[in-house]
C-alpha cells in the first residue's frame, strides 16, 4: 500500500490518522508541535520534519488544518507544500475552509504540476475515530480516484462534487438548512412552553414523527436547559448563513426563510451569544416579559 | 373487555378500528354509509344504526371523521351523540379540527355529564394500518386512562397533555415547525441547483448527517421531480401555519422563520398550487429566468 | 339646512361637531356622559336624550366612539338605534372598528330600512380640530352625498370606496405600510448608530429626499430620546398589521415585508412595549452588548 | 475666487460645473471625451488636458464619475491625480462609490501630502441643475470647510460626516430605508388591489397623510401603470441592499425588515427584472393566478 502523508494531528486528524494506521495504511505524519506524533509513532506512523519533507515522501497528502489562515500556512509558508509538490503528487485539504481559500491553494499546487483536491467533511470527533464522517470531494477526480481507498477507511460515505469550490458550496447548503432549522425549532419551543405545552413532550412527540432528526434530539434537551456548550459556535454558523446567502445573490437565489434565520443569529450575536453553540439563537426568542 | 364503540370507517378510521377487532376488543361501528361496515362485521364487530345507538351501547366511543363539520354533525344532529351521552360515558374525537371545534364538542359532552377527550393523531394511512400512530390527547384523564389499552393497540405512543385544546396546539406546533423545514428544503435544493451542485446530491449528503429526517428522505425526491400529489395539501399546511402564527400573536410569540414560510406558502397558493402537495412550495423558489 | 345627529363627543367627536356648528349646521348631540354636552350647546347645538331620540330628530346622524363594544352598543342597546332607524334616514359611524363590526351594524340599519355609511377618518385631534381629516367612506352611495357638506367641514378630503368594509380595509392598508416604514426606519436609525454615523444627522438627510415624510419628521426626534409618549400604541399597530396579514391572506396575497414587521412589533409586545407608541418598535433593534 | 477643478462631464457633472461657473467660480474643467468640455467653454471654463494637469493647476479639483473603475482610473492611471496631488492641494470626489474604493483613493491621495474628500449626493439630474443636491461629505475637514462655497452652489445642504467611509454608508442606509419602504408599497397596493380597493384611491389617500412623501407620489402611478423605465435600476438598489445588510452584519445588527425585502428584490432579478427601475419589485408581488 502507498505511503499517505498526514499534516495536522488535532482532535479530527489524530482520530483520522489513528484510522489509516490501523487499517493498514503506511502513513506519515506531521503536527506543528511535533510531539503530537509521538502517539501515531507507536502505532506505525513514520514522521515528516515538514510540510515540504512528507510531500516529498508520498505520493499524495492529506491535510485537516484549524483554520483558513493555518491551511494557507502550510502551502505557502517556508518548507511548505509548495516548495515539493511536483507532476505525479497530490494534496488533499480536508480542512473547512471557505471557497476562495480552496481556490487560492487549488492554483498553486496547479501551477507546480500537482494534484488538489478539496475534501471538506461532516462530522465531528466520534465519527473521526469510528471512521463515519461524510467526504465533500472536490477537485482533481484521479486524485479522488487514488485516495478512495483512504476515503473508505475515513468515512461513511464520500462524495466527489466536481470542481475545486463545490465541496465548500455544499457544506454552506446544509449548514443555510440546518440554521434555519434550528430557528424553526427554537419558535416551536417558545411557543409551545407559552401556549401551556410541555417544551419536553413537544421533543418527544417530534422524534416519533415525520421530521425527527439527530440535531432536535441532541439540541432539544440542552436547549430545554439553556445548555449551550459549544459544539458549532453560533458565530460561525451565522457566518456560514451570509456566505449562503451571499452564494444565493451571485446566482439571484431568493431565499426569505435563510434571510429571515440569519437575522436572528445576528440578533443573537449582537447581545452577546456568538460563542456559545448556535443553539443558542433559542434564547432570543425566549426573552420576554408580559404580553400586552 | 369492554364493549368500544367506533364512528367514521374512512381510510383512517377503517384501519384503526380493524386493529382493535384484531386485537380483541368488541366493537360496535357506524358509518354514514353504513355498507361501510360490512368488512368489519365479518371481522367481528357490531353494528350502531346511529351515533346515539352506539353511545347508547358503549362505555366510550372513539370517533374520526374528516373534518370539523363532519365531527360537529355526529355530536349535534338528531340522533347524534348528544342525545344518548351521560355520566359515565366517555366520547373520543381523534378527527383533526381545530380548538374551537374541539372545545365546542367538549362543552355540550360534559353539559351532558359525560367524560370528553380530543385525541388527533399523527400518522397517516399505513401507521394506521401497523398501529403505528401517535396520539395527541387532552381533555379528561379518567377517559384517558380508560382508553389507553385502546390507544396501545392504535398507536406505537400516546400523550395526554392537560386541558381540551392542546391537542390540537401540539399538532399546529409540529406543523409550524415541519412548514418552516420544508421551506428551508426548498431554499437549499434551489441554492444547490443554482450553484452548480447537483440536487440529488445534496439529498444524499443530508441523509447522511445531523439534520436527516423521514420528511426530507420522502419528499426530496419527488421534489426533484416535479412530482407533488398531495398527501398533505399546501393550502392545509398555511391554514397551519397561520393558525400557529395567531397562536404566537395571542402569546406574545415572536416567529420571524415562520412568518417567513408562511408568507412563501402564501405565494404558492396565489400562483395556483394550493391543492398540491405542501412540498409544491419549491416551486416559487425555482421560478426564475435570468438574472441581471 | 337639514338637522344633523351626532353621538359621541370625546376628543375627536366634540371638535369635530363644534366644527359643524361653527359652519352654521344644526346640531343635535348626544352623549354617554350627558354632561359633555354642554359646552356644544353654548355653541348652539340641542341634545337628545338617547341614540334614538337623536336618530328621531334628524335626517343622518353621525357617531364616533371609542371602540367597537361602543359602537355596538349605541346600536343595539335599549333606546340604541335599531329602535328609530327607518327608510329615509341615515346613520354614518366614523369610529375606528373592523369590518366585521361594520358590517353588523350595516347590516342591522338596512334591516330597518335605514341607510349606512361607514367612514373612519385619518388624522388625531389637531386635523379634527382644524377641519382636515381625511375621511374614507364606503356604503349607501346617497348617503355619502347627502352628508357632503358635512364631510367638506370635517376633512379635507373625503372618500367614497364601494361597499361597507372598504373603508376599514383602506384604513388597515395605510396603517401596514406604516408599520412596515417605522420598521425600516427603526433598522436604519441603528444601522446608523453602530456604524458610527449620528442618528440625527441621519434624519437630517431623510428630510431632504425622496422618503421625506410627517411620520419620519415627528417620530424620528423623540424616537432617539426613548420618548415614546403614544400617539398610537403600539399593540394596536400590531394588531392592525395582523388584521392587514389576515386580509391578504385571504386574497393569497404573499406580504413578507409586512410580516416581517409584524414579528418585529409581536417582539415588541413581548418584552412589554405594548401601552407605548408604536415607533418605541425602535427599542428592540436596540438592545444590543457585545458583538461577537 | 480660487480657480477650482472639475472632472467628468456627464450628465450630472455637467450641471454641476454649469452651476459653478454661473455663480462665477472660475473652472477647469476636464472629461474622458474632450469635446463635451465645449459648452462649458463657451460659458466661461478652462480645459485641461489631462486629470494630472487640472490638478496641477487648482487649488482643489471636483470629480463625478460614473463608477468605481472611472474614480479608480482617473486616479491612478498615466496622466492622473496622483502624478500632481501634493501638500496643499485636494481632491473632492463626488461619485457613488463603495467605502473600499473611496478608502483606496484616500490613501492614494494622502500618501502624496493631498487632502481628500468622499463626497456623495443624494439626487439626480433635475436637482444637479437646480442647486438642489444633498451632498455627504466625508474626509479631510479643513477641505470640506475650503469647499463649502462651492457645495453651497452645488446643493441645498452639506452634510461633513466624519471620517472617509461615513459618506457612503450615509448614503446605504437611505437606500436601505428607500428600499424596504417601496417593498411596504408594492405590497399595499397589491393589497389593495386583490381586496378590492382601486390602487389609484389608495395613492390619493396615502398622499393625504402622515407616511406622504415624493417617493411614493412619483413611483405610484407609474408603479400601477406597469411602467418602469430606471430611474435607479433594481439591481443598483439591491445592491445597496446587500451591502447595507454586510455592513449591520459587520456591527451586529439585526435587521429582518431589509433582510426580508432584500430577498424580494433578488427574486425580482431572478425573473429578469434587474435593469428595470427598483419598482418594478412591484411585479414579483403581483404575481397571481388563482387563489385556492
Not at 441532541?218 to 449562503?244: C, E, V, W
Request: hydrophobic content about 45%; proline content about 4%.
Amino acid at each position: 500500500m502507498a505511503e499517505v502523508g498526514f499534516l495536522g494531528l488535532g482532535i479530527m486528524g489524530k482520530a483520522m490518522a489513528m484510522n489509516l494506521l490501523r487499517h493498514g495504511f503506511k502513513v506519515t505524519v506531521w503536527n506543528r508541535t511535533l510531539s503530537r506524533c509521538d502517539e501515531l509513532v507507536e502505532h506505525g506512523a513514520s514522521v515528516g520534519e515538514t510540510p515540504a519533507a512528507v510531500i516529498k515522501k508520498c505520493k499524495y497528502t492529506i491535510a485537516i488544518l484549524s483554520d483558513p489562515a493555518a491551511a494557507l500556512s502550510v502551502v505557502f509558508d517556508k518548507d511548505g507544500i509548495l516548495e515539493e509538490i511536483c507532476g505525479g503528487k497530490g494534496y488533499i485539504d480536508m480542512s473547512t475552509v471557505d471557497a476562495d481559500t480552496s481556490s487560492k491553494i487549488g492554483e498553486a499546487i496547479a501551477s507546480k504540476g500537482g494534484y488538489f483536491l478539496e475534501a471538506p467533511v461532516s462530522g465531528s470527533k466520534k465519527p473521526a475515530e469510528d471512521g463515519q464522517l461524510v467526504i465533500l470531494a472536490a477537485g482533481e477526480k484521479a486524485l479522488y480516484e487514488e485516495a478512495l481507498p483512504a476515503f473508505d477507511v475515513l468515512g461513511k460515505k464520500s462524495f466527489f462534487l466536481g470542481k475545486v469550490g463545490n465541496g465548500a458550496k455544499m457544506k454552506l447548503v446544509v449548514n443555510m438548512i440546518m440554521g434555519s432549522m434550528v430557528n424553526a425549532f427554537s419558535e416551536g419551543l417558545v411557543l409551545a412552553d407559552k401556549s401551556g405545552l410541555n417544551p419536553q413532550t413537544l421533543l418527544d412527540v417530534l422524534d416519533l414523527g415525520g421530521i425527527a432528526n439527530p440535531m432536535f434530539r441532541m439540541k432539544g434537551p440542552t436547549m430545554i436547559q439553556n445548555n449551550y456548550s459549544p459544539a458549532f459556535p453560533l458565530k460561525h454558523q451565522q457566518k456560514d448563513m451570509r456566505l449562503a446567502l451571499a452564494l444565493g445573490d451571485e446566482n439571484a437565489v431568493s431565499m426569505p426563510v435563510a434571510a429571515a434565520a440569519n437575522e436572528a443569529f445576528k440578533k443573537a450575536r449582537s447581545v452577546g451569544l456568538g460563542d456559545l453553540d448556535f443553539s443558542a439563537v433559542y434564547e432570543i426568542f425566549k426573552v420576554a416579559g408580559g404580553s400586552t
